[in-house]
Every structure is written in C-alpha cells, then in structure tokens.
C-alpha cells in the first residue's frame, strides 16, 4: 500500500474553490475569520453517507452555537447533491469534487482496505478548520455512524 498524504492539527488548510448543490461557487476562503468543519464523504444518498449528513444537518444548530458552519464534500455532481438535500432536507452546505484533487490535497481519497482488499477511492475524513485556515482537528477513516456525536463530546468546538 502507498502512503497516502495525511494532514494533522497544525498544518494549514489546503484551499478550495467548489461547485455547490445550489449552483454557488464555494471557497475555503469564504470562511476566513471563522470556524468551519471540512468533512469527505464517498457517495450522496447512500446509507453511511445519509446518517452522517443527517447528522450533521440535525446537530447543526450547536455547531452554529460555536460560530462553526459545516461543509461536505464529495465527488458527485452538484445536481445529485441537490436531490441530496432535497431527500433529506439537509441544512449543511455541499459541495462538487467530480475530479477529486480537492480531496487528494486533504489527504481524504487514495488506498484503503475495504472488507480487506486494497482499493482506490474516498477516505471518510472530518477536519475541523480554525478560524485562522490551521487545522485544528484531523480524523480519518471515521465511522459515519455516531461521528458527529463523537465530535460534539471530544472536540473543543465551544472556543
């Protein structure tokens, strides 16, 4: 297996330009001065990947609460992100990496085991983002099931 890039609390943030669900152009720097959690995730509309949005969307009020918004990223089309939110009414900003570069530099696509086989694909990975462009908290290969509750209880999100 090759080494894949992996990003850690104190490096800088790769920057980003993206096409969101809604036809917006999206920028890591659109988000200067503030808080902002970075999450890849494989497909829209898959089950993982509907529960972690979901709960991101459900707890996005206590986020909000901590000055924090909440991006997803994935490689579908903007338009099946747009029946993403639309399926299930998700309030978290979502955005378009079709040829997955965005996802390469953060280190959240490249070799993984999946049921034991090496494969090429999307690294279910959540950052969060200082309010400075400094990563503050790097996880990879989460479990999209309890992730979000996970980083409500274990990261300093209220400073």
């Not at 152009?25 to 200067?32: F, G, I, K, R």
């Not at 390469?104 to 279910?124: C, D, L, S, T």
């Amino acid at each position: 297996m090759t080494e894949n890039i992996r990003l850690d609390s104190g490096d800088t943030a790769p920057t980003f330009t993206l096409p969101s669900d809604t036809g917006e152009t999206v920028s890591l720097e659109d988000y200067a001065g503030k808080k902002v959690i970075v999450y890849f995730y494989p497909r829209a509309n898959t089950p993982g990947c509907t529960t972690e949005a979901c709960d991101f969307s459900d707890n996005l009020s206590q986020f909000n609460d901590a000055d924090i918004d909440v991006i997803g990223i994935s490689p579908d089309s903007p338009e099946k992100l747009a029946k993403f939110r639309a399926d299930h009414d998700l309030a978290i900003t979502l955005l378009s990496d079709p040829s997955k570069e965005v996802m390469q530099q953060w280190g959240a696509f490249g070799e993984k085991k999946n049921y034991g086989k090496v494969v090429h694909g999307v690294i279910r990975s959540t950052f969060l983002v200082g309010a400075d462009g400094i990563i503050e908290q790097a996880q990879y290969n989460v479990r999209a099931s309890g992730h979000v509750g996970r980083i409500l209880r274990d990261w300093p999100i209220g400073g």
